[in-house]
C-alpha cells in the first residue's frame, strides 16, 4: 500500500521516487496529480500503467516558474500575458514546443505542442527541487472522477503507486482551465479552475469557443501519430525493404532483410516498450523504408494503450478512428 505522508514531511522521499523514474500522487490546487519526471520516458509510461488508461492522450507539463515554462516552450506575448496574471494558478496554456526542450514524447503524444502549467504549493516547490518539469494528470484510475483528498487516492491507486503527498482537500477541486492562442486569438479547450470570464477580463478579448478538429482531443486523432510509411501490424513476416518495429526476444521471419530495426523492448517489457513507442515510429519512419512492419504486442498492462496508438498510426490518413 502507499504510504501517506504531509507535504512537510513528504519533500525528500517524492524527490528519491521521482528522480528513480517512479511516480508519486501530489496535491495541486486543482485536484491531486499522479507525477513523473516528464523528462523520463518510463516514469510517465509509469503514469498512464498505474492510471489504467487505455490510450496514451497528451499530458498536462507542469512547471516551478516561467523560466523553467520558457525553455520548453515558445511564448507570443498574448501567452506570456496570460502566464503572469494566472501562474501559479489553474489555468493551462497550449504553446509551440522548443526542439531539444528534453520532454519526453510521451507526455505529449509526440505532437509538437505542449499543455503547460505552474501549479501553487507542494507541487511547485517539488518541481523547482527536482529541477525537472512533471507530467500529471489527475491522480485516479482511468475512467474514475478525479481525487480531491489524499485518502481518495490512496483508496484507488494505493496499491498501485508508493506515495500519496497529503495536502489536504484541494482548494478549487476542479481540473485546470485549457487555452490555446492561435494566430492572435485565444480558444478554450476546457473549462475548469478559472472562469473563461476572468481570463477575457485580463486580455481584453473573447475566448472563441467550440469544437476544431484536432484540437480539443489531439490524441484522437489518427493524422497526429500517423508516420509517412505506411504501417502493418501484428506482422509475423516481413518483406525485403521494410523497416521493422520488433518486440521482445523472438523475430518476425525475414527480419535480416530489413531496411531498418528497433526493438521496442528486448526483454518484452511494456513500460520499456511505451517509452520508446514514439521516437522508435519516428526512427523508422526516417529510414526511408515505404513500410513499417510491427511485430504483435501483447494488449495486457500498457500493451493496450501501444496497441491503440499503432492502430491510429496504420488507419488510412483521411479516417479519425471513432473514439469508443
Ligand atoms: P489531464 O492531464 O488528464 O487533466 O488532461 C490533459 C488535457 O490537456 C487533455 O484534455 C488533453 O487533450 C489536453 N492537452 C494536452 N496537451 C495538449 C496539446 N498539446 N494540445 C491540445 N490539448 C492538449
Ligand atoms: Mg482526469
Known amino acids: 500500500m502507499a504510504e501517506i505522508l504531509a507535504v512537510g514531511e513528504a519533500m525528500e522521499r517524492a524527490l528519491a521516487l521521482l528522480a528513480g523514474g517512479d511516480v508519486v500522487a501530489i496535491p495541486t490546487e486543482t485536484v491531486y496529480g499522479l507525477a513523473g519526471d516528464a523528462t523520463n520516458g518510463v516514469g510517465v509510461a509509469r503514469i498512464f500503467e498505474a492510471k489504467g488508461r487505455p490510450r496514451f492522450n497528451p499530458l498536462i507539463a507542469h512547471v516551478a516558474d516561467l523560466a523553467m515554462a520558457e525553455r520548453i516552450a515558445r511564448f507570443d506575448p498574448l501567452s506570456e500575458k496570460l502566464a503572469r496574471a494566472f501562474w501559479p494558478g489553474p489555468l493551462t496554456l497550449v504553446l509551440p514546443q522548443r526542439p531539444g526542450n528534453g520532454i519526453h514524447p510521451l507526455v505529449t503524444a509526440g505532437l509538437d505542442t505542449i499543455a503547460l502549467r505552474m501549479p501553487r504549493g507542494f507541487g511547485g516547490e517539488l518541481i523547482a527541487r527536482l529541477g525537472h ?28 503507486i508508493k ?10 477541486g476542479l481540473e485546470s482551465t485549457i487555452v490555446k492562442v492561435e494566430a492572435g486569438t485565444l480558444r478554450l479547450l476546457r473549462p475548469g479552475g478559472v472562469a473563461a470570464e476572468e481570463i477575457e477580463a485580463a486580455v481584453g ?19 497526429h501519430y500517423a508516420p509517412g510509411a505506411a504501417m502493418r501490424l501484428n506482422a509475423e513476416k516481413v518483406e525485403a525493404g521494410e523497416a521493422l518495429l520488433a518486440f521482445g526476444g523472438r523475430r518476425a521471419e525475414g527480419w535480416q532483410a530489413v531496411v531498418a530495426l528497433k526493438n521496442l523492448s528486448v526483454s518484452g517489457d511494456l513500460r520499456e516498450a511505451a517509452a520508446n513507442l514514439f521516437a522508435y515510429m519516428q526512427d523508422l519512419d526516417r529510414s526511408g523504408a515505404k513500410t513499417i512492419a510491427v511485430e504483435p504486442i501483447p494488449f495486457d ?24
Request: aromatic share 0%.
Open 205 to 223: 478579448m473573447k475566448l472563441l469557443r467550440g469544437a476544431v478538429a484536432g484540437i480539443e482531443a489531439p490524441g484522437m486523432l489518427a493524422s
Open 301 to 324: 498492462g500498457l500493451g493496450e494503450a501501444i496497441n491503440d496508438r499503432l492502430s491510429r498510426a496504420a488507419a488510412p490518413r483521411d479516417i479519425i478512428p471513432s473514439e469508443t
Open 163 to 172: 506515495l500519496v503527498v497529503d495536502g489536504g482537500a484541494t482548494p478549487v
Open 133 to 160: 518539469p512533471l507530467a500529471a494528470p489527475s491522480a485516479n484510475s482511468s475512467g474514475k472522477i478525479s481525487a480531491t483528498t489524499a485518502e481518495a487516492v490512496a483508496a484507488d491507486l494505493g496499491s498501485r
